[in-house]
């Protein structure tokens, strides 16, 4: 791309042959750099102040009791450990879903569509999957798992709803991952005698395992902050810590929206401890699986 | 015997890639035969075009109008935002930056995209709601505006991170050819690399769109969700994900009200289907016209 090149790029000043022209072009050069620089250092800091100012107000909430504890005097006291418990639930059950299938289908579109029209069909559809709005997954799942299916208010229904929200996640990432090994790979694996789906599960799924995986978390993370979904499949005000997927549950970012909007008593102590606790995880997974896929990917150089 | 696990696991998951499409179907059965009751007895166009929506009283009204112009006011503004901001630090990545600030900036980005919209209306909910309301002297901060504004934020991300992709893709030779030529950083990126890109941005653009028009949760907490026809950004408004949002939970199920829901999800469905096949299709041009 010939970044820092800038240097010897720019026209440079040639003492008196500088003319006017040059010298207009030069300052509008500085000051494009510095606008739309500046444009990204404002998206940065927006980054930045929305983190440092959860960490701010939500710092002073968090203590064992708050993160282990069951809410108390009418939800404005206590901790948050149901709401915890729940978003945990779902993201077992959203990854217990969507994970075979959506692997499945990455693979299927990497290493057996060959190009053909009906993977060309699904690409298509994965696409508008992906930008369909989360509430139209919460409409969806209402009326297919909660009534259709009776699964009613649960956990299941939620699971569900969230899993066909990550799908498309799952199986983009998953075919990137497998489209970025080189092809000598599969073609040494074939020549040796192995057939294609040897080939497949011996050598190309586990090489591209930790961008699969990273893939797969981040289509877990997107679950477990989305809300939308969970509205009418069986998020619950206050609920007990579930103990089957059958029950309705609480779920962090319903808890803190409920909390933040609708309070019977402002608790705002709960709100922005429930805010740093999800995004905490959330950033912290993240974190991890990013700084994971960067060590193997390090290792494996071809 | 290899042979056979050979042909099992083919098939197995040539069935299991169809699951994607079979969802994708479902998710419009069951849109459209949850929509019927309310298209037969109220009808599609009377309720796309009626001014109120009040579903409960009697006769019951199913315009959607005021959820309409509740979405485009909050999109407008909050396209107005994240477009002009979301391209300059794009262009920014893409021409200008180093890789380390590249990497940097790419890594915030994409940080950016994982932190969940209901955090974000709570950042609104405390920050800009207040803002909007002490600087424009309204009586309540909870307007399109404020939602707007926030949504744009939630759209950076996407804006960013597709047009500084297409601006990646355009071939480094066109830039060398135009440095080499004497043309500056800034002459190229305007002359060259932003109208070899714009189909890309173009598609950034609509991306981004689909993502204002869909989102849920920032609107329901901030745009103060009123049943009236805003006519600004600084009337409180009511979208059409915050009016579903807000009132599926609590609607009789079968019901004409629950159906109109329905509808109003059909419509969003429609639009986001179409922005997104759009967007797509502009992004798989650019692709092969690079390759």
């Given at each position: 791309m010939g970044n820092g090149s800038s240097k010897e790029t720019t026209p440079r000043k040639t003492g008196k042959a500088t003319s006017s022209r040059v010298r207009a072009l030069l300052r509008r050069e500085t000051a494009a750099r510095f606008i739309t620089g500046a444009a990204l250092a404002l998206v940065v800091t927006v980054v930045f102040a929305i983190f440092g100012y959860i960490i701010y107000r939500g710092a002073g909430s968090i203590s064992w009791e708050f993160i282990f504890g069951s809410p108390k005097d009418r939800m404005t006291q206590g901790g948050i450990w149901p709401a915890i418990a729940g978003t945990l639930w779902l993201v077992a059950l959203t990854a217990l879903f969507s994970l075979p299938v959506g692997i499945a289908t990455g693979i299927y579109l990497s290493e057996f569509s060959n190009g053909s029209p009906f993977a060309r069909f699904l690409h298509v559809a994965i696409a508008n999957m992906a930008g369909i709005p989360?509430?139209?997954?919460?409409?969806?799942?209402?009326?297919?798992?909660?009534?259709?299916?009776?699964?009613?208010?649960?956990?299941?229904?939620?699971?569900?709803?969230?899993?066909?929200?990550?799908?498309?996640?799952?199986?983009?990432?998953?075919?990137?991952?497998?489209?970025?090994?080189?092809?000598?790979?599969?073609?040494?694996?074939?020549?040796?005698?192995?057939?294609?789906?040897?080939?497949?599960?011996?050598?190309?799924?586990?090489?591209?395992?930790?961008?699969?995986i990273t893939g797969a978390i981040l289509g877990l993370s997107r679950?477990?902050?989305?809300?939308?979904?969970?509205?009418?499949?069986?998020?619950?005000?206050?609920?007990?810590?579930?103990?089957?997927?059958?029950?309705?549950?609480?779920?962090?970012?319903?808890?803190?929206?409920?909390?933040a909007t609708q309070p019977t008593v402002p608790a705002p102590k709960i709100v922005w401890g429930t805010a740093l606790v999800l995004v905490g995880m959330l950033s912290?997974?993240?974190?991890?699986?990013?700084?994971?896929?960067?060590?193997?990917?390090?290792?494996?150089?071809? | 015997m290899s042979r056979a696990a050979d042909v099992t696991?083919?098939?197995?998951?040539?069935?299991?890639?169809?699951?994607?499409?079979?969802?994708?179907?479902?998710?419009?059965?069951?849109?459209?035969?949850?929509?019927?009751?309310?298209?037969?007895?109220?009808?599609?166009?009377?309720?796309?075009?009626?001014?109120?929506?009040?579903p409960t009283s009697d006769p019951a009204e199913f315009g959607f109008l005021p959820s309409e112009l509740g979405s485009f006011w909050v999109t407008f503004v909050a396209l107005l935002l994240s477009v002009p901001l979301g391209v300059a630090a794009a262009v920014y990545l893409s021409e200008f930056a180093t890789p380390v600030v590249k990497e940097f900036g790419k890594t915030i980005v994409e940080f950016m995209a994982a932190v969940p919209s209901v955090v974000f209306g709570l950042i609104g909910l405390y920050i800009v709601v207040p803002l909007i309301k002490t600087s424009f002297h309204l009586d309540s901060g909870l307007t399109g505006m404020s939602a707007g504004l926030i949504v744009g934020i939630v759209c950076l991300p996407t804006i960013i991170s597709i047009s500084e992709d297409a601006m990646r893709?355009?071939?480094?030779?066109?830039?060398?050819?135009?440095?080499?030529?004497?043309?500056t950083r800034w002459q190229t990126a305007v002359k060259i690399i932003l109208p070899a890109a714009s189909s890309g941005i173009f598609a950034a653009v609509m991306l981004g769109l689909g993502r204002a028009i869909g989102e849920t949760m920032v609107v329901l907490m901030?745009?103060?969700?009123?049943?009236i026809l805003p006519s600004s950004p600084f009337m409180a408004a009511r979208t059409l994900t915050g009016t579903i949002a807000q009132e599926t939970g609590e609607v009789m199920r079968g019901g004409l009200h629950y159906s109109a829901l329905f509808t109003m999800g059909l419509v969003l469905f429609a639009w986001t289907f179409i922005i997104n096949l759009f967007a797509d299709a502009i992004l798989d041009r650019q692709k092969k016209k690079w390759s």
């Open positions: 989360s509430v139209i997954y919460g409409l969806f799942g209402y009326a297919a798992f909660s009534i259709a299916l009776g699964f009613q208010k649960s956990i299941l229904a939620m699971g569900l709803t969230l899993a066909c929200v990550t799908l498309p996640v799952v199986i983009t990432s998953t075919e990137e991952a497998l489209k970025q090994l080189p092809i000598e790979l599969r073609r040494a694996s074939l020549a040796l005698g192995a057939t294609k789906w040897r080939t497949t599960y011996r050598i190309v799924v586990p090489t591209a395992l930790p961008g699969i679950a477990a902050g989305e809300t939308a979904p969970i509205l009418f499949t069986g998020v619950a005000f206050f609920a007990a810590t579930p103990t089957s997927v059958m029950q309705p549950s609480m779920a962090l970012p319903y808890h803190l929206y409920i909390m912290i997974i993240s974190a991890l699986a990013a700084t994971w896929r960067s060590r193997r990917r390090r290792k494996l150089t071809w | 696991a083919r098939v197995l998951i040539t069935l299991l890639a169809f699951t994607a499409i079979a969802i994708l179907a479902s998710i419009c059965v069951f849109l459209v035969q949850s929509a019927m009751k309310s298209m037969g007895e109220v009808g599609l166009l009377s309720m796309l075009k009626g001014t109120s929506w009040y893709s355009v071939p480094d030779d066109l830039r060398r050819g135009s440095l080499a030529l004497g043309s901030l745009a103060g969700n009123a049943g």
